[in-house]
């Protein structure tokens, strides 16, 4: 019994480390603000392709896979299913594209701080990940040191 634990244990590792998350942010919320959108890029490492299906985190109710879509002059959000990485691939959340929207908060995201959310995958599971909160309008968390 326990070389079946030894064994889950192992190939979940494995699971984990074929997907790589780089440089999560969310921008800072305003007070009474419920949303804020997360962002970042998904690196699949794996000869398989990957998709994306949800995630949660305890700063909001839900943790959603939304698109913005341009309708003539408005871009509206619509939530998705999820994203497909490619096999060995990558798959870019940005603002005015794909994102996660994190849906009633339970408190504004104040900049400078960090929310963990837990990212969920088909192949590879849940993998968690601390977003760093970047200034109110701002277009990306700070690179100093890069």
């Known amino acids: 019994m326990k070389y079946i634990a030894l064994f889950l244990m192992l190939f979940a590792g494995c699971a984990w480390s074929q997907v790589e998350i780089k440089d999560p942010w969310i921008r800072a919320t305003a007070p009474g603000q419920n949303t804020a959108a997360g962002y970042m890029t998904i690196r699949n490492k794996s000869a398989q392709s990957e998709r994306l299906v949800g995630g949660s985190s305890e700063a909001a109710a839900k943790v959603q896979t ?5 309708d003539g002059d408005i871009i509206r959000m619509r939530e998705v ?3 497909d990485i490619p096999a060995k691939g990558s798959f870019e959340l940005k603002p005015n594209g794909s994102h996660l929207m994190l849906v009633d908060l339970k408190r504004p ?7 963990p959310v837990v990212l969920k995958f088909e192949k590879a599971g849940e993998v968690e990940v601390e977003f760093q909160v970047a200034p109110l309008g701002g277009s990306g968390p700070g690179h100093a040191g890069h």
Request: proline share 0%; net charge positive; hydrophobic share 25%.
């Open 81 to 83: 299913k999820g994203y």
């Open 66 to 70: 939304h698109v913005s879509v341009k």
């Open 109 to 115: 995201l104040k900049e400078g701080e960090k929310v």
